[in-house]
Nanobody
Framework: QVQLVESGGGSVQAGGSLRLSCAVS????????MGWFRQAPGKEREGVAN???????WYADSVKGRFTISQDNAKNTLYLQMNSLKPEDTAMYYC????????????????????WGQGTQVTVSS
């Protein structure tokens, strides 16, 4: 059984930082694409960042240079460090995972993922 549980969301002022965590059980990091998505009210769920094998990463242009995705294999946890937060970052954030490597490298879209966390809310005020 694969389970992903997010934590670390909250309310911060613009320019602040948050670190989201995703506790993973039931799968190995060895061959899975793992990443973060977000969805704001009235908008489609969009990809934020992904990672393969702990060193191959991708970031949406909107967060590049501000967010960092990482894995701690010893703790079986995925992280998203979010710095210099902006009001437009306000959304429900979800971690996701699935087997094919190419969904990280070629088609990072919600419909390609079968395993999801429950979401954690991030609210950034101006």
């Amino acid at each position: 059984q694969v389970q992903l549980v997010e934590s670390g969301g909250g309310s911060v002022q613009a320019g602040g930082s948050l670190r989201l965590s995703c506790a993973v059980s039931g799968l190995s990091y060895s061959s899975y694409c793992m990443g973060w998505f977000r969805q704001a009210p009235g908008k489609e769920r969009e990809g934020v960042a992904n990672i393969i094998s702990g060193d191959m990463t991708w970031y949406a242009d909107s967060v590049k240079g501000r967010f960092t995705i990482s894995q701690d294999n010893a703790k079986n946890t995925l992280y998203l460090q979010m710095n210099s937060l902006k009001p437009e970052d306000t959304a429900m954030y979800y971690c996701a995972a699935d087997r094919p490597y190419w969904i990280c490298t070629d088609n990072f879209a919600p419909y390609n993922f079968g395993y999801w966390g429950q979401g954690t809310q991030v609210t950034v005020s101006s």
